[in-house]
């Protein structure tokens, strides 16, 4: 029996090793840092969301550009690789799309739908021409084994740069307006792309030329087919930086593990911002939401 060539081997038992948990920089670290008793709420206990909204919003946008890219590929269609997806287009992509998050539970009221809609046209419109044909790769994992966690991300977009074709942009696309540069979102942007752009150099051995996030909301309203201003933030590469955000997002997994250990989750210690309370279904009893000057009622007919 093959098995009795065995029977002396033995091996060490490592019965203290912890399992590292995967962090992601957007859905755990940058939301803890909003606002940890949501975060704890939703993200840890599971609790189900009633609005769907944000993320019926976030999914719908990145999924429908997702298919204009691969429409300019020739992924479904090898005959129209290389030409522009139409407003009609887009309209099915959105349809297709929307079907599966309605699937999923995820629905958006009319309002919310034809804003949606209405930006993603006009981002094909505006920037299709400029950037469809540089794009490398989209949805690109990206990850970093920390000592006690793996820290992990998803590029919306890997394209070669404008002015040097050996070298490559990373973009984020996000489904809000621009933060103003003294919203807690604003420097919180800058740590994620910063730490992006650190996970590209690991993976690929040279950093990123440029850190790009795209803020799509800037498009509601546009009436002409010039980017509006406010649309992009270009993030400087800095290596000091991204040691300060390295080291921020390690201080902050250690917060989280501690909050898990204990099962108590602390209040913010800066504002979330009123539209991350509006949308949080906690807001009825929410001494935090107080302590920011928030009052929410429940009012009865
Ligand atoms: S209402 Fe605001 S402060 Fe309270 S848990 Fe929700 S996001 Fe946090």
């Not at 019926?56 to 999924?63: E, P, S």
Request: aromatic letters at 12%.
């Amino acid at each position: 029996m093959v098995w009795e060539h065995y029977r002396t081997l033995s091996l060490p038992f490592e019965s203290q090793a912890k399992p590292k948990r995967k962090y992601s920089i957007t859905a755990d670290i940058l939301s803890y840092q909003r606002c940890p008793i949501q975060y704890g709420a939703f993200s840890t206990r599971k609790y189900e969301p009633s609005l769907s909204l944000e993320l019926f919003y976030g999914d719908i946008i990145h999924q429908v550009l997702d298919q204009a890219h691969a429409h300019y590929n020739g992924k479904f269609d090898p005959s129209l690789r290389g030409t522009y997806p139409t407003d009609e287009d887009i309209e099915r992509y959105f349809d297709e799309v929307e079907n599966s998050l309605k699937a999923r539970g995820l629905r958006a009221t009319d309002k919310v739908r034809d804003k949606a809609l209405n930006i993603l046209k006009k981002f094909n419109e505006i920037e299709g021409p400029n950037l469809y044909n540089r794009i490398l790769d989209t949805e690109c994992k990206l990850q970093a084994d920390r000592a006690d966690y793996i820290l992990h991300g998803n590029v919306d977009v890997l394209a070669v740069s404008e002015d040097d074709e050996t070298e490559v942009e990373i973009w984020d696309y996000k489904g809000t307006d621009k933060p103003s540069i003294n919203q807690p979102e604003y420097k919180q942007y800058e740590f994620q792309m910063q730490v992006y752009a650190e996970l590209y150099r690991r993976k690929k051995g040279k950093p990123p030329k440029k850190a790009v996030l795209y803020f799509l909301n800037e498009l509601d309203h546009v009436e002409s087919n010039y980017r509006p201003q406010n649309a992009i933030m270009e993030v400087e590469l800095n290596p000091s930086e991204v040691e300060v955000a390295m080291s921020n997002f390690d201080k902050t997994v250690g917060e989280i593990e501690s909050c898990r250990d204990n099962n108590t989750w602390s209040y913010p210690e800066t504002d979330p911002s009123e539209k991350t309370c509006d949308a949080c279904d906690l807001r009825w009893n929410c001494q935090a939401a107080k302590n920011f000057g928030r009052n929410y009622r429940l009012i009865y007919p």
